[in-house]
């Protein structure tokens, strides 16, 4: 029984004391514009993205949250923008968050209604800078800059 309690003490502290895992997704359509979501739960607009299930890795959770939250489907995964695990980046907990620039088609239909307020698609230079959630910002900044950030 004392090994047993070990085990569970041990699993509570990984699940309770490590970062959480997720992803952004910079989903660019055909034209060049850029799309966004807006967040239901502070009303700002930010990257589409969310937490990596148990048994999924970064390319399905990619897939699986950009159509859960805005209805478009992968064409092809771009290039890897940064990973970023700041602990104060995201207000809720800390997370790791990889994000990915990803080649997008399809309608807008939001499917977790839950979440998302709205979809929009901006040209660059209508992105509502400086008033992204999270970290938002500052991941289409090292997009747009070409970098891949560690951060």
């Known amino acids: 029984m ?3 309690w070990q085990y569970v003490r041990s699993a509570l502290g ?11 997704i910079i989903p660019v359509l055909p034209d060049g514009r850029i799309v966004l979501v807006k967040r239901r739960d502070n009303g700002c607009w930010s990257l589409p993205g969310g937490v990596v299930d148990w048994g999924e890795d970064i390319p ?8 859960e939250e805005t209805g478009l489907e992968v064409v092809n995964l771009g290039r890897l923008v940064g990973v970023y695990s700041s602990p104060g980046r995201d207000p809720r907990f800390h997370s790791i968050c990889v994000v990915i620039e990803a080649t997008v088609k399809g309608n807008f239909q939001i ?26 910002d500052r991941q289409l900044q090292d997009y747009f800059a070409g970098a891949t950030t560690l951060a």
């Open 111 to 136: 499917k977790d209604k839950g979440e998302i307020l709205d979809v929009q698609a901006f040209t660059p230079s209508a992105i509502p800078q400086g008033t992204l959630s999270h970290d938002h």
């Open 14 to 24: 990984i699940i309770f004391r490590h970062p959480i895992t997720g992803t952004s």
């Open 60 to 67: 399905t959770t990619v897939r699986r949250e950009l159509a």
């Open 2 to 4: 004392i090994r047993l």
